[in-house]
């Protein structure tokens, strides 16, 4: 269970920060109580966790062979695209990726009221942060490891590492934000898929 606390927690941590996701909590933490946008983007990110996980839960009653060689396939898979997309990237996908996520909170105010309830709010981060995150690999991530780690570590541990991204969004985002580079983070997500994947086939082995 420990692992698989230690895997999510890692995981999650490393490839939500500088996502889109993230900068979705930033710009409304800008307009809106911290506290307001930290419960709604946490408990999106858990609720999706949770949707993961069980998801991931289902897959491990299949042959634990043919679970096994996919997680490792997944996650070298995963890992190569990652440090391939960082290769090609420039200071440019920063600004596109900060520019996705204000168009998502701008287009989500013009359909609510100027003058939101609390419980607006909460759902506004709620509903934004969970269709940002929903496809993502952060997702994908979860699955597999759920997949084949103990469902409650790898639950645990990815609402963790959610919760200190959400936070270091919602707290000091606006001042970190610019000082975080996808690129780097696309890079280093890259070689934690691959050595989880490189983990996974010597523990099989």
């Not at 359909?111 to 969970?130: D, M």
């Amino acid at each position: 269970m420990l692992t698989a606390f230690t895997a999510g927690l890692l995981l999650i941590t490393v490839s939500e920060l500088g996502d889109k996701t993230f900068f979705i909590a930033v710009i409304l933490a800008m307009h809106h109580p911290r506290r307001l946008v930290f419960v709604g983007v946490t408990a999106a990110l858990a609720a999706m966790t949770i949707i993961s996980v069980l998801f991931g839960h289902a897959i491990s009653f299949l042959p634990k062979v043919y679970i096994h060689y996919a997680e490792i396939a997944l996650f070298i898979a995963f890992g190569i695209k990652l440090l391939f997309d960082a290769s090609k990237m420039s200071a440019a996908c920063d600004t596109e990726v900060v520019e996705e996520a204000e168009a998502a909170v701008k287009q989500a105010d013009l359909q609510l009221p100027k003058q939101k309830t609390e419980l607006a709010i909460v759902i506004e981060a709620f509903v934004l942060t969970f269709m940002a995150e929903w496809g993502d690999r952060t997702q994908i991530a979860t699955i597999a490891l759920a997949a084949g780690n103990n469902p409650i570590g790898v639950t645990i541990g990815a609402i963790f590492g959610h919760s200190i991204c959400a936070a270091i969004a919602v707290i000091g985002g606006k001042m970190i934000a610019g000082r975080i580079s996808e690129r780097q983070i696309t890079f280093l997500g890259g070689c934690l898929f691959l050595v989880f994947g490189i983990v996974a086939a010597i523990e099989g082995a």
